[in-house]
C-alpha cells in the first residue's frame, strides 16, 4: 500500500496569514493527489485534485502543487471558515490511502 | 445538488453485524461509484471499497474482506454496507462518498457513528 506522510501534524496560524501543508507519498503517485477539509457537523469537502486542480467552487485562495512524491496545499490570506483538519489522499492506485491529517488551529 | 444522506448512529453488540445507508440525490445514482471510508476516533481515515451502482461491481480493500459487503438499490438510490462480526475495533464513523471515475472522491455523506459495546 502507498504510505502518505503529511505534515505537519499541527498548524496555528492567524486569519490573513498564509499556511502550507506537506503530503509526502512512499512511492509515485503520478499527479493523483487530492485534498480533503473536515470539519465538526459538516460533510468533508473536496478542494484539490489531480494534486493542482481545484474543485468547483473552492476558493482560489486554495492551490495545491507537485507531483511523483510530494505535494503542498496552500491557502492563502486565511479566512476564519478555513480552521479545521485538512488531509490529502492518493488516487492513483489501490487501495486509496490518507494521510493523517493536519490540524489548523486559530493561533 | 448532490446529497449523500446517511442513516442514523448505531450501538451494536461484539459479534452481530450492522447494516448503513446511503441515499443519494441530485445525480444519476447508477453512472458513479459509492466508495466507503472508515474513520475511528483520533485517527485517519482508511478507504474500504467501492461499489458500482450501475452493475453492482465491487472492490474491496484486502483490509476489510469479510468484514465489509456493499451492496445498492438503484430503486431506491440506496448504498448499504453491511459489516459483520463485530469488534470494538470496528467503532467507527463511516462515510459513503461518490466518485467520477476515475476522479476522487468529489461529495460526502455527514458519517455514521457505529458503536460496537455489550
Known amino acids: 500500500d502507498v504510505q502518505m506522510t503529511q505534515s505537519p501534524y499541527n498548524l496555528a496560524a492567524s486569519p490573513g496569514e498564509s499556511v502550507s501543508i506537506n503530503c509526502k507519498a512512499s512511492k509515485s503517485i503520478s499527479k493523483y493527489l487530492a485534498w480533503y477539509q473536515q470539519k465538526p457537523g459538516k460533510a468533508n469537502k473536496l478542494l484539490i485534485y489531480d494534486g493542482s486542480t481545484l474543485q468547483s467552487g473552492i476558493p482560489s485562495r486554495f492551490s495545491g502543487s507537485g507531483s511523483g512524491t510530494d505535494f503542498t496545499l496552500t491557502i492563502r490570506s486565511l479566512e476564519p471558515e478555513d480552521f479545521g483538519l485538512y488531509y490529502c489522499q492518493q488516487h492513483n492506485e489501490y487501495p486509496w490511502t490518507f494521510g493523517g491529517g493536519t490540524k489548523l488551529e486559530l493561533k | 445538488q448532490v446529497q449523500l444522506q446517511q442513516s442514523g448512529a448505531e450501538l451494536v453488540k461484539p459479534g452481530s453485524s450492522v447494516k448503513i445507508s446511503c441515499k443519494a440525490s441530485g445525480y444519476t445514482f447508477t453512472s458513479y461509484d459509492m466508495h466507503w471510508i472508515k474513520q475511528q476516533p483520533g485517527n485517519g481515515l482508511e478507504w474500504i471499497g467501492w461499489?458500482?451502482?450501475?452493475?453492482?461491481?465491487?472492490k474491496y480493500n484486502q483490509k476489510f474482506n469479510g468484514k465489509a459487503t456493499l451492496t445498492a438499490d438503484k430503486s431506491s438510490s440506496t448504498a448499504y454496507m453491511q459489516l459483520s462480526s463485530l469488534t470494538s475495533e470496528d467503532s467507527a464513523v463511516y462515510f459513503c462518498?461518490?466518485?467520477?471515475?476515475?476522479?476522487?472522491?468529489?461529495?460526502w455523506g455527514q458519517g455514521v457513528m457505529v458503536t460496537v459495546s455489550s
Open positions: 461499489i458500482y451502482p450501475g452493475n453492482g461491481n465491487t
Open positions: 462518498a461518490r466518485v467520477d471515475y476515475p476522479g476522487p472522491l468529489d461529495y
